[in-house]
């Protein structure tokens, strides 16, 4: 209970600053692509991202600073709220033409489900905080979190957004891995999530079945949606080893690679630096999930265990999502690269994430009660 | 508390398993990342910059073709082309509206256009209109800045200055066909001509050159960014020809009141070829900037076979010149008779069949200098009757017929000797009739008018090695030395009865003798028969040759030389359905020789 005690001065003092480090860095090499991509131009990408990396590390420091059994607490909550606002998009979508995903709070776009991804993981941490030996066993102790997941997922869904629907489902799934469900149950969810495939397909959209059928076979258009894909994988094999070279990356310059800011940022990356850089890149993303599951395993808390696994998959399957589109292994899902990519939703979700991850840290010797709440 | 340190073994055992499902994930990626990167790299780069350059091919300038005297057959001159470039047009097929309503363009064309953009999105250009005239590119200076895309290029293209006297063996240049392009990608080059007949064709890997290129980086969008590099283009060869353009001038102007005929001269020591006239003729011009349907319609429709170089593709029974070969056959071998002799009472009669003389009373006494000069068929029927035909073909053979006489022309025609290897093929066999009509040339015998040519002057100089050609060759360049193709005894023999053909009077050509001594003319004439003669006709009366129809009337042909006692200038003449060769061929033939002499002094 010591860290309770704690002042704000001290508990900033001990925030874990390798891990900031880490973190600047790597968007350090995203502003970088993103000032070559311009042609060597702060604008129109590079200073944005500037201050919106800046503002996430604000909001990043102000979640970890805040004591985990307020988030415990609070969790049910926000879930709600992030419920609620999804709704809200779905109804207001409707008038509007094709995927609307987001809410305009005029000064701010809000993305419902960006919020969702991390509430999500806070509301099946908190259920699972209190899972007793017995209770691996029924099946029905796991319908309200499946519930929990499949609601929302169905509603990113229909937006129409495959890639936050699959994020979502997965990261979700780990937590009632890690949480000690059956292995019989987690064959019969397994079971059960394959017979659903067919409805899920009847779910999509034409042109997000276009995408993995063209996933699935290139050829099928190589002019038309195929191209992301084609040109992507031109970018980071033309790279090589060593890279083309600072702003001498032809792909993104010459705007064969499309989405070079955002979704396709990482290969315009590895075209100009190389194999050699997206292994140091990759290195530096595996410092933070390293990270994440140390803060995980030596928490003391169930909820902050759940949370951190759940948090630290979410932040995997980002980066491997998205590089694993980028190189062909995986359709096009529409999923940016966490802290390299140009725009601000994206950010805002990593920022809390990691924001949650440091709380936990920070408060990892903290007994958090059955229905806690510290203020 | 076992409860609570059990579920946070089995936590820490799972997140352990979650993490080996990451690492998979994780070593999946690194791999798919090395096959990119490091396996497949080269492939890649080689997609990367065929998606930012661009080869532009810059086209080399097409080689001249001179004559001998320095004067320009084949050149270039600028011309204006009106074009749409591709990169500044958001919509092609409104500009090519607009163009439409200025100058009329063929629906087709459109069409042609529109795909050959669609099917080439790094074009930067589309050529529209070729070989503008000047009232044309006027109208468009004044409309082209309201359509987006248009411009007008200056450029080079293929220019004959002779028109109507030369293409037949200087051939044309045309754009390439779907054919050519797909046998040579270069082909699909904007704006390149490629020789399609003639010597046009024949040197076309000599007279096109060697096409340059531009390397440009292209945007997303095929923009021009910059210049990588440039090689330059090697303008093609210049030709020479052996061609003298003012005997070819006057040649062709003078075989034009012809419906259809062919003239060769050729300069008797050397085989240079001065002139190859052949008509009736086309202006080539025509075909560089693509040949309008109507003007084209014309030519191929036009019953005398305009875009025919008679002279290499023509194919004509040779007629009584084929006698000299018989001639040749008799003399040259040694147990054959040589001084055989017969009276011409106008026919023969070889088994069941009656042979005529064209000479219906008949020639009366003949020997074999008297029977080349009033071309006596009886005699050769007579000699027909006794031998065999091998040596009457060996020695045509020898003297050129049936094969290419390899003047540097594509595709020349081979003719037709009839061998015995020839007859198996076709399951027939050599019968006696067969050497009656062998004799007088007719028969299944078909010659070029250059083998004519050939004939003649390896018989007028006795030169077996003489080959014509086209092409001056640098004077350093030795000439074969000259090898006898008969005995010298033989040779006098039928050069003198050539000299009386034309010389002495009851010969065929005497009428177109050349009075002055130093030059007179000698030669064989030939009337060579298209239309057998029915015995109807006989009985009752022979047509005369103005009365048939032009496709039945006999060819009129000539081969001769000139000075007789010095042969310097070989001529060969054939007038397609001309009648007599006597009286159309042979005079003709002096006209050239005396063009040709007086044009030397």
């Known amino acids: ?375 | 508390m076992d409860d609570k340190d059990d579920f946070k073994k089995k936590f820490t055992r799972r997140s352990f398993i979650l993490a080996g499902g990451k690492s998979i994930l994780a070593t999946a990626f690194l791999s798919r990342l090395y096959y990119l990167s490091i396996l497949e790299s080269s492939h890649y780069q080689t997609l990367s910059n065929g998606n930012r350059i661009r080869l532009e091919p810059i086209l080399p300038s097409r080689g001249k073709i001179y004559d001998r005297t320095g004067y320009l057959l084949a050149t270039l001159r600028s011309s204006y082309q009106l074009i749409l470039n591709i990169e500044t047009t958001e919509d092609p097929a409104s500009s090519l509206q607009a163009i439409d309503h200025i100058l009329k363009l063929a629906p087709e064309k459109i069409a042609h256009i529109l795909g050959e953009i669609r099917r080439r999105p790094k074009l930067s250009f589309v050529p529209i209109l070729d070989g503008l005239s000047w009232e044309e590119v006027c109208k468009l200076e004044l409309n082209i800045p309201e359509i987006p895309g248009a411009s007008i290029k200056e450029g080079l293209s293929r220019y004959y200055p002779e028109k109507e006297r030369t293409p037949h063996f200087i051939g044309y240049v045309q754009t390439p066909s779907e054919n050519d392009c797909a046998q040579n990608s270069l082909y699909r080059t904007p704006n390149l001509r490629i020789g399609k007949n003639g010597l046009e064709r024949f040197f076309e890997a000599d007279l096109a050159g060697t096409t340059g290129a531009r390397e440009i980086e292209v945007n997303a969008r095929g923009k021009m960014i910059r210049e990588l590099k440039s090689y330059a283009a090697r303008p093609g060869q210049d030709l020479i020809l052996t061609i003298d353009h003012k005997i070819q001038h006057y040649t062709q102007d003078l075989l034009s009141r012809h419906e259809s005929a062919s003239a060769i001269l050729m300069d008797a020591k050397t085989g240079h070829i001065l002139t190859l006239a052949s008509i009736p003729t086309f202006d080539p011009n025509f075909f560089t900037n693509g040949i309008r349907n109507t003007e084209w319609n014309k030519l191929i429709h036009n019953p005398y076979g305009v875009l025919n170089n008679k002279t290499v593709y023509g194919l004509y029974p040779p007629g009584s010149i084929f006698k000299l070969m018989f001639a040749l056959g008799i003399l040259e071998s040694p147990h054959l008779p040589h001084h055989y002799e017969t009276f011409c009472s106008g026919y023969i009669d070889v088994g069941q069949h009656r042979f005529h003389c064209w000479h219906k009373d008949g020639h009366g006494h003949v020997n074999l200098e008297k029977a080349i000069q009033h071309s006596c068929d009886i005699f050769f029927y007579g000699l027909a009757r006794m031998i065999k035909p091998d040596p009457i073909l060996e020695a045509a053979e020898r003297f050129g017929f049936g094969q290419p006489t390899g003047i540097e022309l594509p595709h020349e025609k081979s003719g037709l000797l009839p061998s015995q290897l020839w007859l198996n093929k076709r399951k027939k066999k050599w019968h006696q009739g067969d050497t009656i009509l062998l004799s007088i040339g007719q028969g299944s015998l078909l010659v070029t008018p250059l083998q004519l040519c050939v004939m003649m002057g390896r018989l007028a100089t006795n030169n077996k090695t003489l080959k014509p050609t086209l092409i001056l060759p640098s004077p350093s360049v030795p000439l074969l030395p000259p090898s006898p193709a008969i005995s010298s005894l033989h040779w006098q023999r039928l050069t003198k009865a050539l000299y009386e053909v034309v010389n002495i009077p009851g010969g065929t050509a005497f009428k177109s003798r050349i009075m002055n001594k130093s030059f007179e003319m000698a030669g064989k004439t030939s009337t060579a028969q298209v239309r057998r003669i029915t015995m109807l006709e006989r009985r009752t009366h022979i047509p005369k040759q103005h009365e048939q129809p032009w496709k039945d009337r006999h060819h009129a042909m000539f081969a001769g030389y000139a000075p007789a006692n010095d042969p310097q200038y070989i001529v060969s003449v054939v007038v397609e359905h001309g009648g007599n060769g006597g009286q159309v061929a042979a005079p003709l033939a002096r006209d050239i020789l005396t063009y040709a002499m007086e044009k030397r002094e």
């Open chain 1, 1 to 375: 209970m010591k860290m309770a005690f704690l002042s704000i001065k001290n508990r900033f003092l001990s925030l874990n600053w390798g891990v900031i480090m880490v973190l600047c860095l790597i968007s350090g090499l995203g502003i970088l692509v993103l000032y070559s991509a311009a042609d060597g131009n702060f604008s129109p990408w590079a200073s944005k991202q500037i201050i919106r990396f800046c503002a996430g590390l604000v909001l990043l420091g102000c979640l970890a600073l805040i004591d985990i059994r307020y988030w415990f607490s609070q969790s049910y909550f926000l879930y709600g709220l992030s419920l609620l606002a999804l709704i809200a998009v779905e109804l207001t979508g409707r008038i509007g033409m094709g995927a609307q995903r987001w809410i305009d709070l005029y000064f701010l776009t809000l993305q419902p489900s960006e919020i969702m991804k991390v509430t999500l993981l806070m509301a099946l941490a908190r259920y699972f905080h209190n899972t007793h030996a017995q209770d691996s066993h029924k099946l029905l102790y796991f319908l309200p979190p499946t519930l929990m997941i499949a609601i929302p997922a169905i509603l990113v869904l229909r937006q129409p957004d495959l890639g936050t629907m699959i994020l979502l489902t997965v990261a979700g799934f780990s937590i009632f891995f890690v949480a000690g469900l059956n292995l019989w149950l987690i064959m019969a969810i397994g079971i059960i999530s394959i017979t659903t495939v067919p409805i899920l397909w009847s779910f999509l959209h034409e042109y997000q079945k276009n995408r993995i059928l063209i996933f699935l076979d290139p050829e099928r258009d190589p002019l038309g949606a195929g191209y992301h894909i084609l040109q992507s994988k031109i970018a980071l094999g033309s790279g090589g080893f060593l890279g083309k070279g600072f702003k001498m990356g032809s792909q993104s310059h010459l705007n064969f690679l499309p989405e070079k800011q955002t979704d396709f940022i990482f290969a315009a990356f590895v075209e100009e630096f190389g194999m050699v850089g997206a292994l140091g890149l990759v290195c530096l993303y595996a410092l933070l999930i390293i990270y994440g599951y140390k803060v995980s395993l030596r928490s003391r808390s169930a909820y902050g265990r759940f949370l951190g696994i759940g948090l630290t998959t979410l932040f995997f399957l980002y980066i491997f999502v998205n590089m694993a589109m980028v190189t062909g292994l995986l359709p096009v899902v529409g999923i940016p690269l966490p802290l390299f990519s140009y725009g601000g939703t994206a950010m805002i979700t990593v920022m809390m994430a990691l924001g949650l991850l440091m709380s936990i840290d920070l408060h990892r010797s903290v007994r958090v009660g059955r229905t806690h709440a510290v203020w």
